[in-house]
């Protein structure tokens, strides 16, 4: 799958480098995630193994640069029940922010899954990240509810607000 910037595609062995130097030692990418910073290059490694058996079978991508061809970022969705999906999380490596590529990928996904005979897509974000909030409401989502969770990383509390858009 591919936008005018990005190409999302099943990760290779290969990726490991760029996915850890862009996304996943880096704290401010993993902020709002669930997932933890990948702290050296043998961890990388294994995680990448990881991600290429967990995308045999899922709907989830790695995100690439087209004019560099550097893995920067993953993406992907999830079917909830019959029609209707939920992003199974979009996070881009701190220096590919804000420049339209999370608009990219979730408008792709919002097709992808349109093409899928889907009818409604759920988007969810933490409260305090009002990048992924303003992203939401630029591609057309509406706020539908909050849920008080716990970040299994920490312990701490935060708030997940929940969006959706009919496909």
Same mark, same amino acid.
């Given at each position: 799958? $591919?936008?005018?910037?990005?190409?999302? !595609?099943?990760?290779?062995?290969?990726?490991?480098?760029?996915?850890?130097?862009?996304?996943?030692?880096?704290? $401010?990418?993993?902020?709002?995630?669930?997932?933890?910073?990948?702290?050296?290059?043998?961890?990388?490694?294994?995680?990448?193994?990881?991600?290429?058996?967990?995308?045999?079978?899922?709907?989830?991508?790695?995100?690439?640069?087209?004019?560099?061809? %550097?893995?920067?970022?993953?993406? !992907?969705?999830?079917?909830?029940?019959?029609?209707?999906?939920?992003?199974?999380?979009?996070? *881009?490596?701190?220096?590919?922010?804000?420049?339209?590529? !999370?608009?990219?990928?979730?408008?792709? *996904? *919002?097709?992808?899954?349109?093409? *899928?005979?889907?009818?409604?897509?759920?988007?969810?974000?933490?409260?305090?990240?009002?990048?992924?909030?303003?992203?939401?409401?630029?591609?057309?989502?509406?706020? %539908?509810?909050? $849920?008080?969770?716990?970040?299994?990383?920490?312990?701490?509390?935060?708030?997940?607000?929940?969006?959706?858009?009919?496909?």
């Amino acid at each position: 799958m $591919e936008t005018k910037d990005l190409i999302l !595609g099943k990760a290779k062995f290969e990726d490991w480098e760029t996915m850890y130097k862009n996304v996943w030692s880096r704290t $401010e990418a993993a902020r709002y995630m669930q997932w933890q910073v990948t702290e050296s290059e043998a961890a990388a490694r294994e995680r990448i193994r990881k991600t290429i058996e967990y995308q045999k079978n899922h709907d989830t991508y790695i995100v690439y640069e087209k004019r560099t061809g %550097q893995a920067i970022g993953f993406a !992907g969705v999830e079917q909830i029940t019959p029609n209707i999906y939920q992003d199974a999380s979009i996070a *881009l490596g701190p220096e590919y922010t804000g420049k339209g590529y !999370g608009k990219q990928i979730l408008q792709l *996904l *919002l097709g992808y899954c349109s093409n *899928l005979g889907g009818k409604e897509f759920f988007y969810s974000t933490r409260a305090g990240n009002t990048a992924s909030k303003a992203l939401a409401i630029s591609c057309g989502f509406s706020y %539908q509810y909050s $849920e008080h969770k716990i970040d299994l990383r920490n312990g701490n509390k935060y708030e997940l607000e929940i969006y959706s858009k009919k496909l």
